[in-house]
Every structure is written in structure tokens, then in C-alpha cells.
């Protein structure tokens, strides 16, 4: 396996190629997003790590240009400032596939992120093919599915969960679902505190359907996405017929923090079987036993085939648990999605 290391700071290239290296790992490196081109054409790379803010050229003027000329798959390095955050979540718009956040400090130690670094690369390195496809299908992203909705007769919700490469396939869904959706929908990437709120800005921007990051205690909506904040997780807890978000920090479940097993159980305890789960792309198996809560209560499950999952770990997991009853390339997913929830009104 090639991975090319991009960042400006010696001493960062040299902290994360030790640590490749120490993994049999080839690496070759580059000090700006200019010379990044120049040796992604040279040395061919199955992996690229990518910093954001470089001299003569900047990652994500670099990624721009790669994902033109040689698509790869690429993990941000990303800081995390507000500003690292939102030039973060663009990155994953222009085709980056995961990040992970720098250690804070001058002096910091990379060994604290070894583990996940060669986890995701490791992940990602054999799904160019995949990667390709995807970014094609980004730029062919379908009209919103409209439903036939009859009078609401019952309390129903969505959730959605992901990880590695969960924003290119959220992209695909949350953009194509309607404004009058007559249920709200929860959805669960993995990611660390400070960029879900600027991932939840983004689709705002480009959805018809309300998006916005959960907050602790608010009152649940129809017609509203709401992202479970990085770094905890979110459940529901119905009160007086009120539905309400309850953020918590807790420990890791699935070693990941939110967790989509975490959510699924809350809305398997508040919708009953009235409940649309759909499981994305991303490492492990987290969702596959909430999945499985879903369907065996009733609710309906839906996972993202394997031939558009950049990662097929979480979909393949719920897949072979038994726990999915629809599988289907994930620019379908958002008509599954209506198509379910209009079974679920009008029967």
C-alpha cells in the first residue's frame, strides 16, 4: 500500500509517516497542495492524507484538482478550530472521504491518532473504483421525492446512521427528501465535537427539508433533520405526548460517540415498529443491532448496497444480522425512505 502525506510542517510529515512506515506501509510526502499534484501523478498513491492550510497551494484547492485528474480516496487533517470545522465539511463536499482532527499543540503527539489513521486508511485504500462512482453520482443528484401523504394517523420517525464516507451518502438523501415529510429524522455520523453543526449548515443550505444539529431538551418536529451533535450521544424520550431530544455524553458504545445502536433503541422505545432505519457506509457494526431492534418491531430497514459504500462495514454488519429488509444503491435510498413512510400512513 502508497499513501502520500501532504502537510507544510516538516515535522508533521515526518510524525505521520513514522507511524505508516512502523504499519508496512510505502509513503511518499509533499509540503503544499502544488507539489501534492505533482507527486499524486508520479507515485500514484492509494491513500492520501491532506492537510487544509498550506503555503502555494491549500489542501483544498489540491483536492480540487485531484479528484479531476486522478481520483483518490483522501482523509483530511483537519484542525479543530471553527474554521478547521467548516473548511472540514467542504473538503467532504469536493470528494474527501473521512478526517481526522490534528492533536492540539506545537509538540503534539501523533501516536494518540496512530491507530485510527491506519484504521481508515486501511478501510478506504481499496475503494477507488467505488469512490469514482460516487463523485459522479454527486453531480447527477436526483429531484426531491415527493410522497402521497394521507391525514397523519400515526407518530413516525427516521433514523439514519453512518460513519466513513457518510457525508457524500447523506448528500445523495437528505437534499431529495421533501419539506412536508410527515415525520422527523434523526440522523447519527461519527464524527468528533465541532464539525457536526457546520455539516448540518451545509445541507440546510442545499435541502429543502429543514437540517440542523440537535440541541438538548428540544421538542421534535416533522419535517426536520436533526444531526446527532459529534462527541454525544442523542436519544429520545416521549413525556405528555411530547417527543424531545435528550443529548448525552456517556461512554463510547461500539467504541464510537454518538452511536447509532444508542439512538436506535430510544426510537424503537418512543415509535414503537413505526420506524424507518437506514444504515450507510462505515467501518465496524455500529447499527446493526439497532437495525435489528427496528425490524423486529416492526419498523422497516434499509442499507446502502455495496457497490456505493465507500466502506462496507456498518451495512454489511446490519446485512448479515438479519436485521434489513430493503438493500439499495443509496441514490435510491431517499425514495425507499418516502416510499416506506407512505406504507406506513396509507397501508
Given at each position: 500500500?502508497?499513501?502520500?502525506?501532504?502537510?507544510?510542517?516538516a515535522?508533521?510529515?515526518?510524525?505521520?509517516s513514522d507511524?505508516l512506515?512502523?504499519?508496512?506501509?510505502?509513503?511518499?510526502?509533499?509540503?503544499?497542495?502544488?507539489?501534492?499534484i505533482?507527486?499524486?501523478?508520479e507515485?500514484?498513491?492509494?491513500?492520501?492524507?491532506?492537510?487544509?492550510?498550506?503555503?502555494?497551494?491549500d489542501g483544498l484547492?489540491?483536492?480540487?484538482?485531484?479528484?479531476?485528474?486522478?481520483?483518490?480516496?483522501?482523509?483530511?487533517l483537519?484542525?479543530?478550530?471553527k474554521?478547521?470545522a467548516?473548511?472540514?465539511?467542504?473538503?467532504?463536499?469536493l470528494?474527501?472521504?473521512?478526517?481526522?482532527?490534528?492533536?492540539?499543540?506545537?509538540?503534539?503527539?501523533?501516536s494518540?491518532?496512530?491507530?485510527?489513521?491506519?484504521?481508515?486508511?486501511h478501510a478506504?485504500?481499496?475503494?477507488?473504483?467505488?469512490?469514482i462512482?460516487l463523485?459522479?453520482?454527486?453531480?447527477?443528484?436526483?429531484?426531491?421525492?415527493?410522497g402521497?401523504?394521507k391525514k397523519k394517523?400515526k407518530?413516525?420517525?427516521?433514523?439514519i446512521?453512518?460513519?466513513?464516507g457518510?457525508?457524500?451518502a447523506?448528500e445523495?438523501?437528505?437534499?431529495?427528501?421533501?419539506?412536508?415529510?410527515?415525520?422527523?429524522?434523526?440522523?447519527?455520523?461519527?464524527?468528533p465535537?465541532?464539525?457536526?453543526?457546520q455539516?448540518?449548515?451545509r445541507f440546510?443550505s442545499i435541502?429543502?427539508?429543514?437540517?440542523?444539529?440537535?440541541?438538548?431538551?428540544?421538542?421534535?418536529?416533522?419535517?426536520?433533520?436533526y444531526?446527532?451533535?459529534?462527541?454525544?450521544?442523542?436519544?429520545?424520550r416521549?413525556?405528555?405526548?411530547v417527543?424531545r431530544?435528550?443529548i448525552v455524553?456517556?461512554k463510547?458504545?461500539?467504541?464510537?460517540?454518538?452511536?447509532?445502536?444508542?439512538?436506535?433503541?430510544?426510537v424503537?422505545?418512543?415509535?414503537?415498529?413505526?420506524?424507518?432505519g437506514?444504515?450507510?457506509?462505515g467501518?465496524g457494526?455500529?447499527?446493526?443491532?439497532?437495525?435489528?431492534?427496528?425490524?423486529?418491531?416492526?419498523g422497516?430497514?434499509?442499507?446502502?448496497?455495496?457497490?456505493?459504500?465507500?466502506?462496507?462495514?456498518?451495512?454489511?454488519?446490519?446485512?448479515?444480522?438479519?436485521?434489513?429488509?430493503?438493500?439499495?444503491?443509496?441514490y435510491?435510498i431517499?425514495?425507499?425512505?418516502?416510499?416506506?413512510?407512505?406504507?406506513?400512513l396509507?397501508?
Open positions: 500500500m502508497r499513501v502520500l502525506v501532504v502537510d507544510d510542517s515535522l508533521v510529515r515526518m510524525a505521520v507511524i512506515k512502523n504499519a508496512g506501509i510505502e509513503v511518499e510526502t509533499a509540503k503544499n497542495g502544488k507539489e501534492a505533482e507527486k499524486v501523478m507515485f500514484k498513491p492509494d491513500v492520501i492524507t491532506l492537510d487544509i492550510y498550506m503555503p502555494i497551494m484547492s489540491a483536492l480540487k484538482v485531484i479528484m479531476e485528474k486522478r481520483p483518490t480516496p483522501v482523509i483530511m483537519s484542525s479543530y478550530t474554521e478547521g467548516r473548511e472540514t465539511i467542504e473538503a467532504l463536499k470528494g474527501a472521504v473521512d478526517f481526522i482532527p490534528k492533536p492540539d499543540g506545537v509538540l503534539a503527539d501523533y494518540t491518532i496512530a491507530d485510527e489513521l491506519i484504521r481508515k486508511i478506504v485504500a481499496e475503494n477507488s473504483p467505488i469512490l462512482r463523485q459522479n453520482l454527486k453531480k447527477m443528484r436526483g429531484k426531491v421525492v415527493r402521497r401523504w394517523s407518530d413516525l420517525c427516521v433514523l446512521g453512518s460513519s466513513t457518510g457525508p457524500t447523506l445523495m438523501i437528505i437534499p431529495r427528501l421533501p419539506a412536508d415529510l410527515p415525520a422527523p429524522v434523526f440522523v447519527v455520523q461519527h464524527m465535537p465541532g464539525f457536526t453543526s455539516l448540518a449548515e440546510d435541502s429543502e427539508i429543514k437540517v440542523k444539529e440537535a440541541e438538548n431538551n428540544e421538542r421534535v418536529k416533522d419535517g426536520v433533520v444531526i446527532a451533535p459529534g462527541g454525544y450521544h442523542m436519544k429520545l416521549k413525556a405528555l405526548d417527543v431530544i435528550k455524553e456517556g463510547p458504545v461500539n467504541a464510537v460517540k454518538p452511536s447509532v445502536d444508542v439512538t436506535a433503541e430510544s424503537v422505545e418512543v415509535y414503537g415498529g413505526n420506524v424507518v437506514v444504515i450507510l457506509t467501518m457494526e455500529d447499527g446493526a443491532y439497532g437495525m435489528k431492534r427496528i425490524k423486529d418491531t416492526g422497516y430497514t434499509i442499507a446502502s448496497s455495496e457497490d456505493t459504500c465507500i466502506v462496507f462495514g456498518m451495512a454489511k454488519a446490519a446485512i448479515e444480522l438479519g436485521a434489513i429488509k430493503s438493500v439499495k444503491p443509496v435510491e431517499a425514495g425507499e425512505i418516502v416510499h416506506a413512510i407512505e406504507v406506513m396509507n397501508g
